[in-house]
């Protein structure tokens, strides 16, 4: 994708560079925000548990299609999946169907694929304990409330999205000039 760039407080940045990156669970579903390499904003997306299948999709689907319409990014990232138990796999893969259409419909993209043993290869990290503690220790502030427990859905997906900001400025698309 060719970037635009454009003057943003005196620097000419790429405008390519707002990355939204989500960690899917059916459970809960990391999100981080990243503007230009930079942590903005993350969260997740809780479901209630008392929902049926279908009315945690479409709760899904408006929590996902807001995001879209607060950060309007240039990137969406998804986790790629890989085989857990059949049950399991064919739930998530709807979860992630439901922000790839949203992706289409409010977006007019697709989202990028990115598999999780590539992003921890690439931070030379091997368990999601160790991107937990890497991206805590990155941003103390913003992530020193979390546990393990209650922050790896938003440490992955800010890993992720920390990893495709590195590619797009290794293939100048996330380079700022002075």
């Known amino acids: 994708m060719n970037a635009l760039r454009v003057n943003f407080h005196g620097k000419w940045i790429n405008s390519m560079s707002k990355i939204l990156s989500f960690d899917v669970s059916s ?3 990391g999100w981080s925000f990243l503007f230009n390499g930079k942590l903005k904003e993350f969260g997740v997306i809780v479901p209630t548990t008392s929902y049926r299948l279908q009315e945690k999709l479409y709760w899904f689907k408006n929590e996902t299609n807001a995001l879209f319409k607060v950060y309007f990014p240039d990137y969406v990232v998804i986790e790629e999946t890989y085989l857990k138990n059949v049950r ?3 739930t998530l893969m709807q979860f992630i169907g439901v922000i790839n259409l949203e992706c289409f419909f ?3 993209q697709e989202p990028t694929f990115i598999s999780p043993q590539t992003v921890r290869s690439h931070f030379k990290l091997k368990t999601k304990e160790d991107v937990f503690s ?3 220790n990155k941003y103390k502030v913003k992530l020193k409330k979390y546990t393990f427990e209650t922050g790896n ?3 992955d997906s800010v890993l992720k999205g920390l990893y495709w ?3 797009l400025s290794a293939e100048g698309e996330g380079e700022e000039d002075e």
């Open 106 to 108: 409010e977006l007019g």
């Open 165 to 167: 900001y590195d590619v």
């Open 88 to 90: 399991t796999l064919k």
């Open 153 to 155: 859905d938003i440490t």
């Open 134 to 136: 890497y991206v805590q």
């Open 27 to 29: 459970v809960s579903t």
